[in-house]
Structure formats: structure tokens, C-alpha cells
């Protein structure tokens, strides 16, 4: 199996709210997307957005996992949720990293994906994400969007690429 790079988007100077691809090509296995993403709000960290084909509203069932160095909580929730995202309040230049799994990404109905973050603040914590989300779209995933809960802007140098895996 091998990855091929659909597309990759950096934010530039000034920030924006979220980062979006669109017109997702539909010839791959699984789609993967890799971010890196850090936001303006004044906090440590901020709940992360993780969202398909432009459904931003309803219920998205995830199940996860999150870890702080110094203890672990397991639980569920009924909205979009990737993660903590870095926020002004943590360690400078520091921006969460995360990824996405997405098999069968150009099938009909429920799209399942993988998430894995981690974010950083070296004064207090470290955060450790793992989930799996469901999310209803009635066809193939054709766009993602990544922004934070309270669409907080995302800073300079937040990027994220999308990877289809193939045969190859």
C-alpha cells in the first residue's frame, strides 16, 4: 500500500478559521489527513473540529480516549471531537499534531475515522487523544474541515495535508 499527497494547505499571515479541502478525489483505498494546527484563543487548549462534507451541526457519535501525563479518562460524546488544540495560553510555537484515518472514505453512509492528537504545553502538560467517530453523510466524503469549537482563528503556519492510500 502506498500514500499519495492529494493536497496540502498552510495558513498564512493573518490566520483563518478553520482549513478545508473540497472536491476530495474519490480513487483511493483510505484518505488520511495530517495537521498540525495551533489557535489565537487566549487558553492553553481549545476542543478541535474535525468535520465532513460541510455538516457542522447534528450528532456525530465518537468514543476516545485522552491522557495528561498523570492521569486517563475514557468517555463519549455526541459532538465533532479531535482533540485539544494549542492555544496562545501554551508554550510558544507550539503546535498540536494529529491525524486522521478514514477507511473506505468513497463509500456511501456512515464515514468512520480514526483521530489521534497531541498537544503540548512544556510548563504544565502534555495531552494525548485517541478516538473513533462516526459520522452520517449519506455518500462519499468529498471535504473535511478542521477548526476549533469556538471558531477561534487558526495561527500562521497551521497546515494539513490529505493523503490517499493506494494499491500500489
Given at each position: 500500500?502506498?500514500?499519495?499527497l492529494?493536497?496540502?494547505?498552510e495558513?498564512?499571515?493573518?490566520g483563518?478559521?478553520?482549513?478545508?479541502?473540497?472536491?476530495?478525489?474519490?480513487?483511493?483505498?483510505?484518505?488520511?489527513?495530517?495537521?498540525?494546527?495551533?489557535?489565537?484563543?487566549?487558553?492553553?487548549?481549545?476542543?478541535?473540529r474535525?468535520?465532513?462534507n460541510g455538516?457542522?451541526?447534528?450528532?456525530?457519535?465518537?468514543?476516545?480516549?485522552?491522557?495528561?501525563?498523570?492521569?486517563?479518562?475514557?468517555?463519549?460524546t455526541?459532538?465533532?471531537?479531535?482533540?485539544?488544540?494549542?492555544?496562545?495560553?501554551?508554550?510558544?510555537?507550539?503546535?498540536?499534531?494529529?491525524?486522521?484515518?478514514?477507511?473506505?472514505?468513497?463509500?456511501?453512509?456512515?464515514?468512520?475515522?480514526?483521530?489521534?492528537?497531541?498537544?503540548?504545553?512544556?510548563?504544565?502538560?502534555g495531552?494525548?487523544?485517541?478516538?473513533?467517530?462516526?459520522?452520517?453523510t449519506?455518500?462519499?466524503?468529498?471535504?473535511?474541515?478542521?477548526?476549533t469549537?469556538?471558531l477561534?482563528?487558526?495561527?500562521?503556519?497551521?497546515?494539513?495535508?490529505?493523503?490517499?492510500?493506494t494499491?500500489?
Open positions: 500500500m502506498g500514500y499519495q492529494i493536497e496540502t494547505v495558513i498564512g499571515s493573518g483563518a478559521t478553520s482549513i478545508e479541502f473540497t472536491g476530495i478525489d474519490q480513487t483511493g483505498i483510505d484518505l488520511v489527513c495530517v495537521f498540525s494546527v495551533r489557535c489565537d484563543n487566549v487558553g492553553v487548549v481549545k476542543n478541535t474535525l468535520y465532513f455538516q457542522t451541526g447534528g450528532t456525530y457519535p465518537i468514543i476516545y480516549m485522552t491522557g495528561n501525563g498523570s492521569s486517563v479518562t475514557a468517555g463519549s455526541a459532538y465533532s471531537f479531535a482533540g485539544r488544540m494549542n492555544g496562545a495560553g501554551s508554550t510558544a510555537n507550539t503546535f498540536t499534531s494529529a491525524q486522521a484515518y478514514i477507511p473506505n472514505y468513497a463509500s456511501s453512509g456512515t464515514i468512520t475515522s480514526s483521530i489521534e492528537s497531541a498537544a503540548e504545553n512544556n510548563a504544565t502538560e495531552l494525548l487523544f485517541m478516538g473513533v467517530q462516526d459520522e452520517t449519506g455518500g462519499p466524503l468529498t471535504s473535511i474541515k478542521i477548526q469549537s469556538d477561534d482563528t487558526l495561527q500562521q503556519y497551521s497546515s494539513a495535508s490529505i493523503y490517499i492510500t494499491a500500489d
